[in-house]
């Protein structure tokens, strides 16, 4: 008897765990939501990383209801833009958002349109090329989320934002690895606060003069 084939099943795709989008945590545009992208490799920093984020700098703004009036930052590696308009949100300054992708560009500026958010620039550009362009000491806060697999913008990256930064300022280091002392002090730069989420392992930096004196810089 001729033996009928069988029928290879079709595969089942397996279900998107990317976020499709992300919400403002706090400030004049909490809980907000904004669609993200559907682009390989956008990694939208998780809700809880950026709650714990934004409670560190509150505490270094020095002002009540996490707020960071009069603050100016730059997002270098904007992506949905989730970093840049939190800040925005609790009473920043000035926020440049970098991006190089013309689609969350346009998803950039559409955002910025929604939440009428005056202090937002957005620049389709290289973000280290424009952090190496402000003037030396000018910002409070430097967003650093390049690509997990891009490891070689690192370092880069980080020597611009330790010229660019005040010296009461931060910079958010967001990457797949924790970052050793002696490869930020490479930089100037020391870590003062450190979590890990999953593979997302999440660093406040300063510049070495405002660093703890506790080497352990304890985590959340």
Known sequence: M???PTKTPAKVPQHDKRPHEVRI?????????LAVADKPGLRPTPDRVR????NWLASLAGAGGG????WHCLDAFAGTGALGLEAASRGAASV????QDADLIA???????????DAVRIERGNGVTALERVPAGSLQLVLLD???????????????????????????????????DD?????GLAAFRHLKAGAVHAHLLRPLAAAPADPAHAPA
């Open 146 to 180: 390049p690509p997990f697999e891009s490891p070689a913008l690192y370092e880069p990256a980080l020597r611009a934002a330790a010229r660019a930064l005040h010296p009461d300022g931060a910079v958010y280091l967001e990457a797949p690895r924790r970052w050793a």
């Open 183 to 187: 490869e930020l002090a490479a930089f």
């Open 96 to 99: 440049l958002l970098c991006e």
């Open 51 to 54: 709650e714990t984020l934004f």
């Open 107 to 117: 998803q950039l500026q559409k955002a910025k349109a929604k939440l009428s958010a």
């Open 67 to 70: 707020e960071l009036p009069g």
């Open 25 to 33: 945590i706090g400030g004049q545009w909490k809980r907000t939501r």
């Open 2 to 4: 001729k033996k009928v």
